[in-house]
Nanobody
Framework: QVQLVESGGGLVQPGGSLRLSCAASGFTLDDYAIGWFRQAPGKEREGVSCIRRGGTTYLADSVKGRFTISRDNAKNTVYLQMNNLKPEDTAVYYC?????????????????WGRGTQVTVSS
């Protein structure tokens, strides 16, 4: 079955860390661009980070210096390491994939989405 499954979310205090995982099954992630998106209550979904086919990465300005995206091809998994979390990072985080070359920032290109994992940053 072709799917993406996110995990690693939870409740964390401001300044804390979480590592989100996006595990793929039924296909090889290395052949795809992978993106992390988030949606907070009452807000539109926004791109957080992504890896292009070819391996270059992108981080949104709001998370630069705090988040890191990486891929473990042996585990067919992409990670989002989130440090120094802030209350405004609270959202449901989704991973998604597409096979286009050259870009990973266009949300409309993403074809396969996971169901999301909740991240709550609160004291």
């Amino acid at each position: 079955q072709v799917q993406l499954v996110e995990s690693g979310g939870g409740l964390v205090q401001p300044g804390g860390s979480l590592r989100l995982s996006c595990a793929a099954s039924g296909f090889t992630l290395d052949d795809y661009a992978i993106g992390w998106f988030r949606q907070a209550p009452g807000k539109e979904r926004e791109g957080v980070s992504c890896i292009r086919r070819g391996g270059t990465t992108y981080l949104a300005d709001s998370v630069k210096g705090r988040f890191t995206i990486s891929r473990d091809n042996a585990k067919n998994t992409v990670y989002l390491q989130m440090n120094n979390l802030k209350p405004e990072d609270t959202a449901v985080y989704y991973c998604a994939t597409h096979r286009r070359w050259g870009t990973c920032r266009r949300e409309d290109l993403y074809e396969l989405w996971g169901r999301g994992t909740q991240v709550t940053v609160s004291s």
